[in-house]
C-alpha cells in the first residue's frame, strides 16, 4: 500500500536552524535563571550562617561583660589585687566576675581561698577569669595577650601573676578569625580556650570613663589599674565575614582587596555592667 504524500513537505533547513536557535535561546536564559537563583540562595545560606554564628559569639560576650565585677569586692577591701576588668585592649577585653553563681564546695577553689587567710570573702575564683580574644583556628597568629592578676596560689597569697594568651590576632590585618572564650586554670598561669564564632572579621572595644570621656585602652598591667578602675561604659563591636566572596558586590567602606567582596554584619551594643565601680561592705561581726 503506498501513503499520498502530495502536498506535504518537511523542515527546511532554515526553519531547523531557526528553532535549534530558538531551543538553545531559551536553554541559555533558562540556565541563566537558574545560576542566579542559586547564587541568591547560596549568599543567603551564607549571610543567615554569618548572623547566626556573630550573633552567638556576640551575645556570650556581652553576657559575660555584662557580669564584670559581680563579687569582686564584696568587702570593699582596697587592697584586693582583684579587678573587675583585669585587662582592656582594643580588640580583647579580660574580665573577672562570680560567674558560676555558686557557694563554696570541696571541688571548688573558692573553698579554699575563702578559708586561707588572705582575705575575708572571696566569692570569685582564680577560675572565673574570661578572656576574649581573636585568633587563626589553626594556631597561626603570632601575637600575645599579656595581662596581670592574682591567679595562682591557694589558699590565696593575694599577689599578681603575669598571665600571657599566646597565638592571638594583635594587629587583625588577616582575617577571619575565630572568637575564642579564655578562661584561666585554678591555681595556674596557664589557660583554656574554647572556640566562640568562627568568620569574624574584627572585634573593636571602646573604653568610656562616667563623665563619658574616651579613654585609651589601659591594657593589662598592674600599674595601669586605676585607669581600669575608671571604666564605666564599653561599647563593643563585632563583625563576621561571609566564608564566599560575592563577585558582583564590592563594600565601599573596605579596601582589603581579599575582603572587598566579602558580605559583612556587623553587631554594635553600647553596654555599662553594673558591677564596675561597686564594692561591698565587711561582714557584721569579721
Known amino acids: 500500500m503506498r501513503r499520498d504524500t502530495a502536498g506535504q513537505r518537511g523542515l527546511t533547513i532554515v526553519e531547523i536552524l531557526v528553532a535549534t536557535a530558538l531551543f538553545a535561546l531559551v536553554s541559555v536564559l533558562a540556565l541563566v535563571q537558574y545560576q542566579a537563583t542559586r547564587r541568591a540562595l547560596a549568599a543567603g545560606q551564607y549571610l543567615a550562617e554569618l548572623q547566626q554564628t556573630t550573633r552567638r559569639g556576640f551575645d556570650l560576650l556581652t553576657r559575660d561583660l555584662y557580669l564584670a565585677g559581680l563579687g569582686v569586692d564584696p568587702d570593699g577591701d582596697p587592697s584586693r589585687p582583684d579587678e573587675a576588668i583585669e585587662g582592656a585592649f582594643a580588640g580583647a577585653v579580660v574580665l573577672r566576675a562570680d560567674l558560676d553563681a555558686q557557694t563554696a564546695k570541696a571541688t571548688d577553689p573558692e573553698e579554699s581561698l575563702a578559708l586561707g587567710g588572705a582575705f575575708d570573702n572571696v566569692t570569685t575564683g582564680n577560675d572565673e577569669i ?6 587563626k583556628p589553626d594556631g597561626t597568629s603570632t601575637g600575645s595577650l599579656v595581662f596581670e592578676a592574682d591567679v595562682a596560689g ?4 593575694g599577689l599578681v601573676e ?27 598561669t596557664n589557660t583554656l580556650r574554647s572556640p566562640v564564632a568562627d568568620g569574624i572579621r574584627a572585634l573593636r572595644l571602646t573604653y568610656f570613663d562616667a ?3 574616651e579613654m585609651t585602652p589601659p591594657g593589662g598591667a598592674e600599674d595601669a589599674r586605676r585607669s581600669r578602675a575608671e571604666i564605666r561604659r564599653i561599647r563593643i563591636e563585632l563583625e563576621g565575614l561571609a566564608p564566599e566572596p560575592d563577585p558582583r558586590w564590592s563594600d565601599p567602606e573596605d579596601s582589603d582587596p581579599d575582603t572587598r567582596h566579602h558580605r559583612k554584619f556587623r553587631i554594635v551594643a553600647q553596654l555599662s555592667p553594673p558591677n564596675l565601680d561597686l564594692g561591698g561592705r565587711p561582714d557584721i561581726g569579721r
Open 154 to 157: 591557694v589558699p590565696r597569697d
Open 130 to 135: 574570661v578572656a576574649y580574644v581573636l585568633a
Open 211 to 213: 563623665a563619658g570621656n
Open 162 to 188: 603575669r598571665v600571657s594568651i599566646e597565638s592571638v590576632a594583635a594587629v587583625g590585618d588577616d582575617p577571619p578569625y575565630t572568637l575564642y572564650r579564655v578562661v584561666v586554670r585554678p591555681d595556674s
